[in-house]
Each structure stands twice: as structure tokens, then as C-alpha cells.
């Protein structure tokens, strides 16, 4: 696949005012989810993450990758050896 071994997306961390959750996103996969604090948000970004890339994989589908690499906080995830 030519791939490395890990990927890295940029995470948005906000909290939503109305909830009080912090809700933890990735705008370049639209993918987001919430916590009650920020390492819950990350945790469950990151299971959902792994679940998106591996569909994926098993869809044959391309891995997206960041287009630029601001400043900011980013998620890393390791590739399953079979997505490698």
C-alpha cells in the first residue's frame, strides 16, 4: 500500500455550551463524537477513528489524509498490520 504505519488527523476540541460535553472532532473525515471531559472525547474519537479507517480497508477504500499540516493538537492512530 505504500503507506506508513500510522496516520494523523488534526482534532478540533470544543465544549458545547448547552450539554456542558466536550465534543472532540475530525473535520477532515467529518467525523466527531462527545465526552464528559476531554480524555472521554478523545477515547471514544479515536475508537471511532479506527472503526471508520478499518471500514475502509475492508471496503478497499483509500485512507484520507491531511492535505496541510497546521498547528494544533492531532489524533494519531496505528494501522492494523493487515491495513499496512
Known sequence: MGMSSA???R???TKDEETGSVV???PTL???DYGADV?????RLRAMLT???DCLHEEGK???VEQEK???FYLRVNLPAHAA
Open 7 to 9: 496516520l494523523q488527523y
Open 11 to 13: 482534532v478540533l476540541v
Open 24 to 26: 472532540a472532532e475530525i
Open 30 to 32: 467529518h467525523l466527531a
Open 39 to 43: 480524555p472521554e472525547a478523545l477515547d
Open 51 to 53: 472503526f471508520h479507517l
Open 62 to 64: 483509500p485512507f484520507p
Open 70 to 72: 497546521e498547528e494544533g
